[in-house]
């Protein structure tokens, strides 16, 4: 049987894959930020649906060095997954003090697909697919809150170990940094 490229040999398991995330889809990236567990936890203010396309249209546009991604589940859009460069923003680079890494963030939008799992599944095959999958990056690095337990949990099932805590400026909570290599991912 033919496999589906889009989705890649792990589909049948969990029905994962990643697009790119198109400006028609910006409504629903602010209707998920208004859900009260992402905004619980996600790094951002909500703001308006205006405010939220100003924020977004340079990710899709590639001004800003955030590459932005839908999470689908058998196609269909559950959340969303950026990674970007640390060396974009040389001040949170230099509070982190790793070199050649990306940074990851998500959230799953749709609560019912939350605390099934998924999260360790979405982040390995994102970070096969494309944080790890041309080289540019020797690490990974991803910052939950340090109260985010569920996250620091389904981030730990994927294989990320604890570094170190973090205090930037202008952020109200620290980050709890937690890190995984391409070595220790591909040998993991
Ligand atoms: C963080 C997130 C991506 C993890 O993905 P997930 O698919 O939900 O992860 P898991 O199913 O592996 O669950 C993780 C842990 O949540 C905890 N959990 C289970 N049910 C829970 C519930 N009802 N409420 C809170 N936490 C719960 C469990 O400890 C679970 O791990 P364990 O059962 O293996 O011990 C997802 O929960 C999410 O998007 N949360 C909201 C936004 C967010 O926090 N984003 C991260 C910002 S850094």
Redesign the pocket.
């Known amino acids: 049987m033919m496999k589906d490229a889009a989705t890649g040999p792990e589909s049948a398991v969990d029905g994962i894959s990643f697009r790119r995330l198109r400006t028609s889809e910006i409504p629903l990236i602010h209707r998920w930020l208004n859900t009260p567990?992402?905004a619980?936890?996600?790094?951002e203010d909500v703001g308006t649906l205006e405010e939220v396309e100003e924020r977004y249209l340079p990710y899709i546009e590639g001004k800003a060095g955030v590459e932005p991604h839908l999470i689908l589940r058998e196609g269909t859009p559950i959340?969303y997954i950026q990674t970007y460069p640390l060396s974009a923003d040389e001040e949170y680079a230099k509070l982190v003090g790793v070199e050649d890494s990306a940074g990851v963030?998500?959230?799953?939008?749709e609560p019912e697909?939350?605390?099934?799992?998924?999260?360790?599944n979405?982040i390995r095959r994102f970070l096969e697919g494309i944080v790890f999958s041309d080289g540019r990056y020797e690490t990974c690095i991803?910052?939950?809150?340090p109260k985010?337990?569920?996250?620091i949990?389904?981030y730990g099932?994927a294989g990320f170990r604890y570094f170190k805590t973090i205090h930037v400026p202008e952020e109200p909570e620290p980050e709890y940094l937690m890190k995984l290599t391409q070595e220790e991912f591909f040998e993991g």
């Open positions: 567990h992402v619980r936890w996600w790094y959340g963030d998500l959230f799953i939008g697909f939350l605390y099934k799992g998924l999260g360790p979405i991803i910052g939950p809150e985010n337990e569920s996250a949990r389904a099932k």
